[in-house]
Nanobody, 124 residues
Framework: QVQLVESGGGLVQAGGSLRLSCVASGRTLGSITMGWFRQAPGKERDFVAALRWTGGYTYYADALKGRFTISGDKANNTIYLQMSSLTPEDTAVYSC?????????????????WGQGTQVTVSS
């Protein structure tokens, strides 16, 4: 089992920035890819970004490219999500997840471990 704990959420004004962290513990060896998802009230969980530890390959939801950056510290089993130019539409619960997939993992079903999520609220 992999345990994931997110932190860094909070309230930020529109145009501001925020950095989320996610620390993985437990059986992390099989977690090839780490991802971020978000879910706004009444909406489905959406893919945000992912990072494959091997090679450091990263990819993003098209609409978020340029504003969000995913990075990782493998030695500490931690991934980050740097978010900038935030708008109220970015308000959501942000969750990190771990996947055994080597190929692109953009769907929630590609992941087998989830954190509890951290709330991000962007005020106008």
């Amino acid at each position: 089992q992999v345990q994931l704990v997110e932190s860094g959420g909070g309230l930020v004004q529109a145009g501001g920035s925020l950095r989320l962290s996610c620390v993985a513990s437990g059986r992390t060896l099989g977690s090839i890819t780490m991802g971020w998802f978000r879910q706004a009230p009444g909406k489905e969980r959406d893919f945000v970004a992912a990072l494959r530890w091997t090679g450091g390959y990263t990819y993003y939801a098209d609409a978020l490219k340029g504003r969000f950056t995913i990075s990782g510290d493998k030695a500490n089993n931690t991934i980050y999500l740097q978010m900038s130019s935030l708008t109220p539409e970015d308000t959501a619960v942000y969750s990190c997840a771990a996947s055994p997939r080597i190929g692109p993992a953009r769907a929630p079903n590609d992941y087998n471990a989830w954190g509890q999520g951290t709330q991000v609220t962007v005020s106008s």
